[in-house]
């Protein structure tokens, strides 16, 4: 008879199906395998073939694609190397319209994320309800209707003009203004969310010691309620960040050619043929080693910001 979680004679139940834990998780790897390392491993091999003419890849090891992407050889291929700064200016470009993007959902995201978390209990699946309800449309149908809203004939430079603010319409359709307002639009509740579940667990009898002790709010806040929802705030931050920094409906519909970001310029080398399926697919193991990094860094401050075990 096991009592108080220990089985007689055996160790804790958790341990009952230590034997079997491993083939448990054998569809779980399956699927991982199959679905994540197999088209990250088939894009690493094909980063370093040679680009067809036709579209495609012929199967002859080249490091022509990260030649490319960081070296100018000339039109002919036959100049001295210089620093190809094109590809380079859209990476900066994408790094910190990304970064801008989560700035931006941080500063909107967490006092939506503390309003919502200091409601009744009962009122606060209605907020998150509203917060996400939007998100039930297709990203490729809110990304157009953003679109259609920042037009020069749209609904916002037509509010304006009528209300005399503006004498003659805002062009705000491709420009970078167009591209961030999309990024944030997009992924807002991606930082609202985990910051609301990390406000929720917070034990607000912090909050009342720190005005006991004569604390002002602005110092509560920074001292005491960030601190202990720090983890959250570092959770909604990666999950704007990394989305954004490969977004390419964003900076396609509204922000045009002159406004790439590394995701559209990926999706471009695979369509059609005069796609560059190499060249693609280095940009994507670079924009990948970018992305491993920046999870990198978040974990290390994660497992500071939660502190010894």
Same mark, same amino acid.
């Given at each position: 008879?096991?009592?108080?979680?220990?089985?007689?004679?055996?160790?804790?139940?958790?341990?009952?199906?230590?034997?079997?834990?491993?083939? #448990?998780? &054998?569809?779980?790897?399956?699927?991982? +395998?199959?679905?994540?390392?197999?088209? *990250?491993?088939?894009? %690493?091999? $094909? /980063?370093?073939?040679?680009?067809?003419?036709?579209?495609?890849?012929?199967?002859?090891?080249?490091?022509?694609?990260?030649?490319?992407?960081?070296?100018?050889?000339?039109?002919?291929?036959?100049?001295?190397?210089?620093?190809?700064?094109?590809?380079?200016?859209?990476?900066?470009?994408?790094?910190?319209?990304?970064?801008?993007?989560?700035?931006?959902?941080?500063?909107?995201?967490?006092?939506?994320?503390?309003?919502?978390?200091?409601?009744?209990?009962?009122?606060?699946?209605?907020?998150?309800?509203?917060?996400?309800?939007?998100?039930?449309?297709?990203?490729?149908?809110?990304?157009?209707?953003?679109?259609?809203?920042?037009?020069?004939?749209?609904?916002?430079?037509?509010?304006?003009?009528? #209300?005399? &603010?503006?004498?003659?319409?805002?062009? +705000?359709?491709?420009?970078?203004?167009? *591209?961030?307002?999309? %990024?944030? $639009? /997009?992924?807002?509740?991606?930082?609202?969310?985990?910051?609301?579940?990390?406000?929720?667990?917070?034990?607000?009898?912090?909050?009342?010691?720190?005005?006991?002790?004569?604390?002002?709010?602005?110092?509560?806040?920074?001292?005491?309620?960030?601190?202990?929802?720090?983890?959250?705030?570092?959770?909604?931050?990666?999950?704007?960040?990394?989305?954004?920094?490969?977004?390419?409906?964003?900076?396609?519909?509204?922000?045009?050619?002159?406004?790439?970001?590394?995701?559209?310029?990926?999706?471009?080398?695979?369509?059609?043929?005069?796609?560059?399926?190499?060249?693609?697919?280095?940009?994507?193991?670079?924009?990948?080693?970018?992305?491993?990094?920046?999870?990198?860094?978040?974990?290390?401050?994660?497992?500071?910001?939660?502190?010894?075990?």
């Amino acid at each position: 008879m096991a009592g108080g979680g220990v089985q007689k004679g055996r160790g804790p139940v958790s341990e009952t199906y230590a034997p079997v834990r491993y083939p #448990l998780l &054998v569809p779980a790897w399956a699927v991982l +395998l199959v679905f994540v390392a197999a088209p *990250v491993a088939m894009m %690493l091999v $094909y /980063s370093f073939l040679t680009k067809e003419f036709r579209g495609g890849v012929i199967w002859e090891f080249s490091l022509a694609a990260y030649d490319q992407f960081f070296f100018d050889r000339g039109l002919f291929g036959d100049e001295p190397p210089r620093i190809e700064w094109t590809y380079i200016t859209i990476f900066w470009r994408s790094i910190w319209q990304a970064g801008l993007a989560t700035l931006l959902s941080l500063l909107i995201g967490f006092p939506t994320a503390y309003f919502i978390a200091t409601r009744p209990k009962d009122t606060r699946a209605i907020w998150v309800f509203l917060i996400t309800i939007p998100y039930w449309v297709n990203l490729l149908i809110r990304t157009v209707s953003m679109r259609f809203l920042l037009r020069e004939q749209g609904p916002l430079n037509d509010t304006l003009l009528a #209300l005399g &603010v503006l004498d003659e319409p805002l062009r +705000l359709i491709n420009t970078n203004l167009a *591209v961030q307002l999309g %990024l944030f $639009y /997009s992924y807002l509740p991606f930082m609202v969310l985990p910051i609301y579940a990390a406000v929720e667990r917070y034990n607000f009898t912090y909050s009342e010691a720190a005005a006991d002790l004569y604390a002002t709010k602005w110092a509560t806040l920074r001292r005491v309620v960030l601190p202990a929802v720090k983890p959250g705030v570092i959770a909604g931050c990666i999950l704007v960040f990394v989305p954004s920094l490969g977004a390419f409906l964003a900076p396609d519909l509204l922000g045009g050619a002159k406004n790439f970001m590394i995701g559209s310029l990926i999706e471009e080398q695979f369509k059609g043929n005069a796609g560059n399926w190499p060249f693609g697919a280095a940009a994507s193991m670079i924009l990948l080693t970018l992305v491993l990094i920046a999870l990198l860094v978040a974990t290390s401050l994660q497992r500071r910001a939660e502190g010894p075990r």
